[in-house]
């Protein structure tokens, strides 16, 4: 074989190799934009060639979004399932808590709410889900001014005579409507009549709520007077306390008319009245 026809086949035999590398490159290629773009299919390189050459959407990878990036997750928050109610809160020095049940009720709670905000005290207020519906804008006033909102069902119930599905259904409706009206769901719920079993653990547990009772039950839902009322509450203020009053379900003028009282005496005897904070497993 002459020079020049050996050196002709060894070009011939070059070009062929980096033509087929060409095809491996262009088929990676088409594989990795096939990925980016999301549509899950793994295709098979074609041949080369100009009739199977494809044009790729330089925008189709550019918008996705880059998940490698950004700051990690927290971990997800654990609430406990507890085997009875917390009775009191933990705080620094004279610390307690005002709590009011069953509303929100346009007669009382807006007045309740003045009476806090002139002496720039914040509350707990645990509502029924079916209430809500008629006071969005009270529990939009209650975030706006720093309130906590708590679940005290739907309908209020004695849960202890409800299936799991009905305490559920009453439960989850009520985070349901106060997320709605208020920004957040609760972290925190109550029974109603303080009639507690284990599903309502449970379950307040599967959405994130601790269960919360009281202390110091100012027994203002007898109407026995709002000096009575008030007469409660200071003989019963203690550190860590969890006071039990109510805005609704029912003639709750005595209720207001109380708390005028007892709130600036406990405030003058150096208590602290605030909101209490959760701590997460």
């Known amino acids: ?9 060894l070009l011939t035999r070059r070009r062929a190799l980096i033509a087929g590398a060409g095809a491996v490159g262009a088929a990676a290629t088409a594989g990795v934009v096939t990925a980016v773009t999301g549509d899950g299919t793994v295709t098979s390189a074609p041949a080369a060639g100009p009739q ?16 490698g990036y950004g700051p990690p997750r927290a971990a997800p928050r654990r609430t406990l399932v507890r085997r009875a109610p917390l009775l009191r809160v933990s705080g620094r020095g004279r610390t307690m ?8 009720d346009p007669r009382y709670t807006p007045d309740i709410l003045d009476t806090l905000a002139e002496y720039d005290v914040r509350a707990m207020f645990f509502v029924c889900g079916e209430m809500v519906a008629d006071g969005r804008r009270m529990l939009a006033r209650m975030a706006d001014e720093g309130h906590v909102v708590g679940n005290h069902t739907w309908s209020h119930p004695l849960l202890t005579r409800l299936t799991r599905r009905q305490i559920r259904s009453e439960m989850e409706r009520t985070s349901d409507a106060i997320e709605d009206a208020y920004g957040e769901r609760p972290e925190w719920f109550r029974a109603p009549y303080g009639a507690w079993n284990r599903a309502a653990f449970q379950i307040g547990a599967e ?18 007077g709002a ?13 860590g306390v969890v006071v039990l009053a109510h ?35």
């Open 1 to 9: 074989m002459k020079k020049d026809q050996l050196l002709s086949r």
């Open 52 to 67: 199977t050459r494809r044009l790729v959407n330089s925008s189709a990878y550019r918008l996705q979004p880059v998940t």
């Open 97 to 104: 808590v005002l709590t009011f049940d069953d509303g929100p």
């Open 207 to 224: 959405l994130g709520m601790e269960p919360l009772a009281w202390t110091v039950d100012t027994l203002d839902w007898t109407t026995p």
């Open 227 to 239: 000096r009575s009322i008030a007469n409660r509450v200071e003989r019963g203020a203690a550190p």
């Open 247 to 281: 805005d609704a379900g029912g003639d709750r003028s005595q209720s207001v008319r109380a708390l005028r009282r007892y709130l600036p005496e406990l405030l003058d005897s150096g208590y602290h009245v605030t909101v209490p904070r959760r701590h997460y497993a």
